[in-house]
């Protein structure tokens, strides 16, 4: 399978915790996922990514940083910037999410 | 991408068939075997799988530089809407199977789809202010603090 371009390989790493999720995905979202990271690459706030922030204000704080990205109808992956890098840390399907909030 | 293409074909045939023989079956409800409501139960499981690969194809088509469709986005989405529709409906009687003692085949399946489906009709009205639950607020500093040492890796 070809690599990502060398400039999203340089600005996007992954957790131990994402890569243990992906690689229990099915083959197809494995590959939508690679499919959805170059449009990221592109143009991250594409409408089909259905980007958007997700705030950490528990403890007073409120520390941004972190956004749900939507690679297909079932799937969202999340990732927090630092030092201008993303750093993906969760990938799983809008239930197993649901689980985390309750919902 | 068009909606003429296999997934959205079967997508949408297997959403018509879903929601028709459930209408008929609900009306001959009484005089139903439970094995009708096993076939309308894997007419229900086909349907998700192929308006999920619907989804898939069409994304697949963006991902690869196509221009957006948001009449082919409203269909995916009324396919979700439907089928979430359809199966509220057919709840109750299910619900009557089992405790007359049926046991339905794939009915584990079945409950794993009204699951997906009713989270992913929920991220569809999500807004964009969330907040990040407590277990990934988790992962992210054991994220933040693997970046600093050095132990992420490349994007796949």
Not at chain 1, 26 to 37: F, L, M
Not at chain 1, 53 to 70: C, I, M, P
Request: with cysteine; charged share 30%; aromatic share 12%.
């Amino acid at each position: 399978m070809a690599k990502l371009p060398s400039s999203f390989r340089e600005t996007n790493r992954t957790s131990r915790n994402f890569r243990d999720q992906y690689a229990k995905l099915p083959e197809q979202v494995r590959r939508a996922v690679r499919d959805s990271a170059k449009l990221f690459h592109k143009n991250p706030a594409h409408r089909s990514l259905r980007r958007h922030a997700l705030t950490d204000n528990k403890r007073g704080q409120h520390q941004g940083g972190s956004f749900s990205v939507t690679p297909t109808a079932q799937y969202r992956a999340i990732y927090v910037v630092v030092d201008g890098i993303n750093v993906w840390y969760w990938i799983g399907t809008h239930a197993e999410y649901d689980t985390f909030t309750g919902g | 991408m068009t909606t003429g293409n296999l997934a959205f074909r079967n997508a949408r045939q297997y959403m018509k068939s879903y929601s028709e023989e459930s209408d008929v079956i609900q009306r001959h409800n009484e005089a139903m075997d439970c094995r009708n409501w096993e076939d309308v139960i894997h007419m229900a499981i086909d349907a998700f799988e192929w308006t999920l690969r619907a989804d898939q194809s069409y994304r697949v088509s963006i991902y690869q530089g196509e221009e957006e469709d948001i009449a082919i986005e409203r269909e995916i989405e009324g396919l979700f809407y439907r089928w979430m529709e359809v199966s509220a409906r057919l709840e109750p009687h299910i619900q009557r199977q089992i405790e007359g003692g049926f046991k339905l085949d794939r009915l584990a399946e079945y409950r794993r789809c009204v699951t997906e489906i009713v989270a992913i009709v929920k991220s569809l009205r999500e807004g964009d202010d969330q907040t990040l639950p407590d277990v990934l607020i988790q992962y992210r500093d054991a994220a933040i603090q693997e970046f600093h040492n050095g132990e992420t890796t490349e994007f796949f």
